[in-house]
């Protein structure tokens, strides 16, 4: 009876794990919140390679066949990963497509638009998101009061892709040598994935202010949990019970995580530091910090010379010694700014180096909050 009962156990999980979804993420961020409210059910899949660059990157065959089979998209938006849309036009026009950025209540904020952040109280505006929200609601009444202004002309490539090789073909200086290799070793050719050119000259994409990296508030990681449980349920409504209570869970823990995370950061809410490029205000809102500046406003534009000359003003006059490097990149700038006189401490907002998984969200936000504590304390 027992041996029974257990192969009617087998099947039933069987029948029901044949009905979950396949779900592609963009970036590992996402990969771990959606892990979390599918729990045991099933598990996404990571479109592009861990430590790659989001803004340029020319898909491998057997990623672009893993977006071709999804039958849903989870990814942060068209100002993350600009290709993507026009992929998923292509390769899964039939997938449920959730642009996280754009999700109902998520909160957004404008880039920051001076080398030196908002002074004396200064203070910039949300970007309205597609839904019109002003996201007034959010209980960030006093974590989100300074938000930076965006630039037009200096955010049309916000990329990660000029300093990580040509556009899309060389990702090398991440360590990914494999990078346009599928499973079997054959090259990776563009044209599978439907990205000869992207249709992107220098990616030719309009943040229109919108600074992307909105994941690192887990305030919005906590409203998307919610979000990606309701499609999950549309498209499995046998399980929309389990992805529910998942979702709650994961909510719950979040808040908790940003609790946690402003206790441990309050000490140092003046504490001056410099960024490697404006990616952080999400998490600084969160937490009640206020980065200083940053040395380039993304990644993949270098900083004018004017630029720096005022950051390296900033620190002499203010005497900061923590000045932030990415892992992604050498810390060689870090020293020529700062005349070797700081050790480059690294902040990742990408989680290059964590484990995937359910639990990567919350170990990417704690490394964060680790690296800022111990650099300004």
């Not at 026009?86 to 904020?109: D, M, N, R, Y």
């Not at 990776?188 to 690192?216: F, V």
Request: glycine residues 8%; aromatic residues 4%.
């Amino acid at each position: 009876m027992k041996i029974r009962a257990l192969t009617a156990l087998m099947l039933t999980t069987t029948a029901a794990q044949a009905d979950v979804p396949n779900v592609v993420t963009d970036i590992p961020a996402v990969h771990s919140l959606v892990a979390q409210v599918m729990g045991n059910l099933g598990e996404p899949k990571l479109l592009m390679k861990q430590g790659s660059s989001p803004h340029g990157y020319a898909m491998r065959p057997s990623e672009a066949r893993a977006l071709q089979n999804a039958d849903m998209v989870v990814w942060i938006g068209e100002d993350l990963t600009p290709w993507l849309e026009s992929s998923i036009e292509t390769l899964a026009p039939e997938a449920e497509s959730l642009e996280l950025l754009h999700a109902h209540g998520t909160e957004v904020l404008n880039f920051r638009e001076t080398p030196i952040f908002a002074k004396d109280g200064d203070h910039g505006d949300h970007h309205d998101d597609e839904h019109g929200d002003e996201h007034d609601d959010h209980g960030h009444d006093d974590d989100h009061d300074d938000h930076g202004e965006h630039k037009d002309d200096e955010h049309d490539d916000h990329g990660h892709d000029d300093d990580h090789g040509d556009d899309h073909d060389d990702h090398d200086d991440h360590g990914h040598d494999d990078d346009h290799h599928d499973e079997d070793g054959h090259d990776d050719h563009k044209e599978e994935a439907g990205h000869d050119d992207h249709g992107h000259d220098d990616h030719g994409h309009d943040h229109d202010g919108a600074d992307p990296h909105a994941w690192l508030d887990p305030h919005n990681a906590a409203k998307w949990v919610g979000e990606i449980a309701e499609h999950l349920a549309e498209l499995d409504p046998e399980n929309a019970a389990t992805y529910e209570a998942n979702a709650a869970a994961a909510a719950e823990s979040l808040e908790a995580l940003e609790d946690s995370l402003k206790a441990q950061l309050a000490p140092y809410s003046g504490a001056k530091f410099i960024v490697f490029h404006d990616a952080y205000q999400y998490f600084e809102n969160a937490t009640g910090l206020k980065a200083t500046g940053a040395l380039q406003v993304s990644d993949a534009t270098p900083p004018s010379a004017a630029r720096l000359a005022e950051i390296q003003e900033e620190i002499q006059e203010h005497s900061i010694t923590c000045v932030f490097s990415e892992p992604q990149f050498s810390d060689a700038l870090v020293q020529s700014v700062t005349n070797g006189q700081v050790s480059a401490t690294s902040l990742d907002p990408l989680g290059v180096g964590l484990d995937l998984g359910a639990g990567l969200y919350s170990e990417l936000l704690q490394n964060l909050a680790d690296s800022i504590e111990g650099c300004v304390s």
